[in-house]
């Protein structure tokens, strides 16, 4: 791989290492961890860096998960910049602490390694823990690959701490197809991403210019400005992430598209919609096909909190017909997460598209090749007016 | 019934390392509920998450394998609404200690008719041996390669101060003491605690350099006693086995059902 603008070294290295990098990058004053499974290596790495010396920050092991997160909210209200990860179980034992964190406007950033959530017994990969806890008030932004997880944790860190958004932001990796992969990923220099991201005041405990209360509210009026406000600062963080992004590719020379991804949509009649790593499977066979003369294109989701209605009108505007990739099951309403929201996000908004739910890669299930192809084929079909079945349940084929 | 007619063998083989002594325990518990003719259908199995807790899926009673620490509150509600079947626990020392302390101590003060199975290996087996808050000091565990600092539990002393009616200790090694202690518990009208010291020779004993599981069933043998014996006035750091309290207090399901009983009346 090339050296580009401001990377300080080309390291083949884990998801989970990226991720840790991507928080060593941007110097977190208090990282707050539970140091056992469901946790990744991302804890070993951090505590590596702090033994070696690289790495100036409190690392604080807590008993549980929902500790962890306790302690970074008490880190970030004090003012520090802080870092946590988790998955699985972990995510929903921390729940308790990790709903308090947005009502209470912290520029909390994390990561969380997708996987399920137990029964029966397992922590292999799939959407279902983070879909979960969808509607808590974090920003959730998903990546593909190694090289986005960091990329993806320095521009987090830009968006929680502006002062218009002031929200946790939990950046998302699939467990396993990403956190164990190793790819070469470009470090940035510190150097490099203080220019980007320079520290900014806000509202802290102790802080000298601005009172910071977090307080039992019970008087309705107050909840729902409150609950206003919040909302408000999520809606601006999407176009956020568009002027994030784009000076980030100007310090870095990457970038991901902002809330999403299009990829070969200029003359797309069918599209395949999806988030996670198997966007980049989806990729080649998008490619395949289009040698066969099918004009298809891929719209990757990066940011699922908040929806990027907007973008994905836009985005979605001249296709025919939809594929829809679920790695969750929206229990209690017939298909995936992916799929509810996008019904609500076109339908009623002038663009009813037909399009059908595939639910797959439960439980570490590979999508494959042949599974996304399937899926076009029948996209395809779609288009041209076949009946089709709404809810696929590839997962279990 | 010859044992194995308790065990659902399609299950098998099971997750547990070459000389672990989980496998000892579940063998003599199985013989407890043989010895008592506790029929099947009215056993029911609650566990939380650990190597320990994977007893719950090898047995043919009902049961439920729950979250990491939370055996006791599901088995709590089980008992609630099924007083009339015998409910046992089988937990790891973190799981009923380190996520699950507050439960444990609360079942012990509520004195309703469960049996709770500590299997104290001194570390977390399954996630690969961080250190627990039974591992006591100077262990070393892949949290602490330095060797810990933090001072254990002794969970006799917690189930007494915190009230368990029933309350013993044994190891692996003494496996017939196992299956006599278990069969008392289950017959105590009251919240039992069983501590069994049992051996996590790929954890604590590789890294503790313990030797295999052989001798750390030997240093069992050699650092254990029976309560209040006379190798104990001797030698004051050998650990009790035995049977340290066993009485009867107010059960909690009587308890309510007398409550129900007096809400109805008035
Ligand atoms: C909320 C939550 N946090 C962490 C875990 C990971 N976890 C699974 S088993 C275990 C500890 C096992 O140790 P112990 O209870 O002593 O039993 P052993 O495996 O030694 O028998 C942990 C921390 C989990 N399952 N859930
Ligand atoms: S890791 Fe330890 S506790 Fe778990 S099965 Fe192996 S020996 Fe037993």
């Not at chain 1, 279902?128 to 944790?153: F, K, P, R, S």
């Not at chain 1, 220019?195 to 019970?218: A, E, H, K, M």
């Not at chain 1, 991804?261 to 069918?270: F, G, L, S, T």
């Not at chain 2, 004195?111 to 299997?119: G, P, Q, R, S």
């Amino acid at each position: 791989m090339d050296m580009v603008q401001n990377t300080e070294k080309v390291e083949v290295v884990s998801g989970n290492k990226s991720a840790a990098y991507g928080a060593y990058v941007c110097s977190p004053d208090v990282i707050g961890i539970y140091p056992i499974t469901p946790q990744t290596s991302v804890v070993e790495d951090l505590t590596q860096f702090i033994a070696d010396g690289r790495l100036d920050a409190e690392i604080v092991e807590a008993e549980g998960e929902i500790s962890a997160m306790a302690s970074v909210i008490g880190a970030s209200a004090g003012g520090a910049r802080t870092f946590s990860s988790t998955s699985s179980m972990g995510l929903f034992f921390m729940f308790d602490s990790y709903i308090m964190a947005p009502l209470y406007r912290l520029p909390i950033v994390m990561v969380n390694s997708n996987r399920e959530l137990l029964p029966p017994n397992t922590v292999a990969c799939s959407h279902q823990d983070i879909m979960e806890v969808i509607e808590t008030g974090w920003i959730h932004i998903h990546v593909e690959n190694c090289q986005e997880i960091l990329d993806a944790i320095i521009m987090a860190y830009r968006i929680a701490e502006d002062p218009e958004i002031l929200l946790p932001v939990d950046v998302c990796y699939d467990g396993f197809y990403l956190s164990y992969l190793r790819e070469p990923v470009n470090i940035p220099s510190i150097e490099a991403v203080n220019n980007f991201l320079p520290t900014q005041d806000r509202p802290t405990l102790g802080g000298p210019n601005n009172v910071f209360s977090c307080i039992y509210c019970g008087a309705d009026q107050e909840m729902a400005e409150l609950r206003y406000r919040q909302q408000d600062a999520m809606e601006k963080s999407k176009e956020k992430l568009e002027q994030v992004e784009q000076e980030f590719a100007q310090h870095f020379g990457r970038s991901y598209g902002g809330q999403l991804e299009e990829y070969r949509m200029e003359d797309a009649e069918i599209a395949l919609f999806c988030m996670g790593s198997h966007a980049g499977t989806a990729r080649v066979v998008v490619d395949q096909k289009r040698e066969q003369g099918i004009k298809v294109g891929l719209v990757k989701l990066r940011m699922f909190r908040p929806f990027p209605q907007e973008r994905v009108l836009t985005a979605l505007k001249n296709v025919k017909a939809l594929g829809v990739i679920d790695r969750s099951v929206a229990f209690g309403w017939k298909g995936g997460h992916l799929y509810r929201e996008l019904r609500s996000a076109l339908y009623g908004h002038g663009l009813e598209i037909p399009m059908a739910d595939y639910i797959a890669g439960l439980g570490g299930h590979d999508i494959t090749i042949p599974l996304i192809e399937r899926v076009v084929d029948e996209t395809k079909g779609i288009a041209e007016g076949k009946q089709y079945q709404e809810i696929t349940w590839l997962a279990l084929e | 019934m010859a044992i194995d007619q308790y065990l659902r063998k399609r299950f098998f083989p099971h997750i547990w390392c070459a000389g672990c002594g989980h496998g000892i325990v579940l063998n003599n518990m199985l013989r407890a509920v043989d010895q008592l003719q506790i029929n099947q259908n009215e056993m029911v199995m609650v566990s939380g998450i650990g190597c320990s807790s994977r007893i719950s899926g090898y047995v043919d009673f009902h049961s439920l394998h729950t979250l990491h620490g939370r055996a006791l509150a599901f088995a709590t509600g089980v008992k609630m609404s099924q007083p009339n079947l015998t409910v046992i626990c089988p937990m790891g020392d973190g799981d009923a200690l380190a996520i699950g302390g507050n439960h444990f101590i609360h079942a012990c003060r509520r004195n309703m008719d469960l049996t709770a199975i500590v299997m104290n290996n001194r570390i977390y087996g399954m996630t690969g041996g961080q250190f627990s808050p039974l591992s006591g000091t100077g262990i070393t565990a892949t949290t602490s390669p330095q060797k810990t600092i933090d001072r254990e539990f002794d969970i006799i002393s917690l189930s007494l101060a915190s009230g368990a009616t029933f309350v013993a200790r044994t190891t692996a090694y003494h496996y017939k003491e196992i299956t006599n202690y278990i069969k008392e518990a289950l017959q105590h009208p009251g919240f039992s605690v069983v501590e069994i010291l049992s051996q996590c020779p790929t954890h604590f004993g590789r890294r503790n350099k313990q030797g295999d599981a052989t001798e750390m069933l030997q240093r069992y043998r050699q650092n254990t006693t029976s309560i209040g014996s006379e190798a104990k006035q001797k030698n004051p750091e050998l650990i009790e086995r035995g049977i340290f309290r066993q009485e009867t207090a107010p059960e909690y399901c009587a308890e309510y059902a007398e409550l129900i009983n007096r809400a109805q009346q008035s």
